[in-house]
């Protein structure tokens, strides 16, 4: 089992900046990729950014690129999402998640809510 815990969520104003952590633990030894999702109200969960745990390749949403970055410090377990630039569009719960045997995303964290003002 793979326990994620987010914070870093919160209020902030158009074209301010967060930073979300992704605290994991349990198997840890078993994460292959960690990822960012979020799910505005109404719509889909979608793909935020990943992370390959052990390598440190990453990617990003095309259309998050140049505002989001994801970054690890597997050290403490913990992956990053900084979020610049911020737009009232990026308004959603944030979940970190985990995939441990392939492609597929097995264990998430409860969400984190980003609130962006304009």
């Known amino acids: 089992q793979v326990q994620l815990v987010e914070s870093g969520g919160g209020l902030v104003q158009a074209g301010g900046s967060l930073r979300l952590s992704c605290a994991a633990s349990?198997?840890?030894?078993?994460?292959?990729?960690m990822g960012w999702f979020r799910q505005a109200p109404g719509k889909e969960r979608e793909f935020v950014s990943g992370i390959n745990w052990r390598f440190g390749s990453t990617n990003v949403a095309d259309y998050l690129k140049g505002r989001f970055a994801i970054s690890a410090d597997n050290a403490k377990n913990t992956v990053y999402l900084q979020m610049n630039s911020l737009k009232p569009e990026d308004t959603a719960v944030y979940y970190c998640?985990?995939?441990?045997?392939?492609?597929?995303?097995?264990?998430w964290g409860q969400g984190t809510q980003v609130t962006v003002s304009s």
């Open positions: 998640a985990a995939a441990t045997g392939g492609t597929e995303y097995d264990y």
């Open positions: 349990g198997r840890t030894f078993s994460i292959y990729t």
